[in-house]
């Protein structure tokens, strides 16, 4: 058996209802993630340990602690050690982009986080017309933070139930090839 190279801790975090746990199990190829499927909100953690083969082709474990958006104020005690972050929302909702753009920013300003990468995922979960309008005001607050910050998110359009941009998340994630078991 291969040596496996450290686990990396991911943490993907986000407001409830921004399609996290759809996007995680998609990532790791669950049966039946499609149009009916229907997840229970996340109360508390969950922990994803995806298997991929990184860029030298060693065994990697990603670690990813997926963080319930209704424990935002205890976010900051899973901050210890993480190297990147995935911040998922749901682009059809104009409400969670209010509160999406005061958490990004909070994480993006914890100085646990100043050398952690930072992914935006932009989850398309309805409606086209409001989404657009949605994405162009997100992108608006995207390039403020290009401008100002030095560790500034990359933005991922992603549909979890489609897998539309899941191979351009394992690709950040750092593995270009999962594999089954280690």
């Known amino acids: ?18 399609g996290k746990t759809t996007l995680l199990k998609k990532l790791q190829e669950i049966e039946g993630i ?5 997840p229970v909100p996340t109360i508390g953690t969950n922990i994803f340990d995806i298997n991929y083969l ?26 210890d050690g993480v190297e990147k972050v995935i911040f998922v929302v749901d682009t059809s909702n104009l409400c969670q982009i209010s509160a999406a753009a005061v958490m990004l920013y909070t994480l993006l300003a914890e100085p646990k986080l100043q050398k952690a990468k930072f992914l935006l ?6 409606a ?5 309008r949605n994405e162009a005001l997100l992108m608006l607050q995207h390039s ?5 910050l030095h560790n500034a998110p990359t933005v991922l359009e992603a549909d979890p139930i489609s897998g539309t941009g899941l191979d351009e ?3 950040w994630l750092g593995g270009a ?6």
Do not use: F, H
């Open 34 to 38: 499609d149009y009916t499927y229907s």
């Open 1 to 18: 058996m291969d040596e496996i190279e450290k686990k990396i801790p991911v943490l993907c975090v986000g407001p409830k209802g921004s």
């Open 128 to 132: 086209a017309y409001r989404q657009m």
């Open 144 to 148: 403020r933070l290009s401008a100002e």
């Open 169 to 171: 998340l394992r690709i």
């Open 121 to 126: 995922v932009l989850s398309k979960m309805d």
């Open 54 to 79: 990184n860029k030298q082709g060693k065994k990697q474990v990603l670690s990813i602690r997926e963080i319930g958006g209704e424990m935002v104020t205890l976010w900051n005690n899973y901050l």
């Open 177 to 182: 090839k999962k594999v089954d078991t280690i």
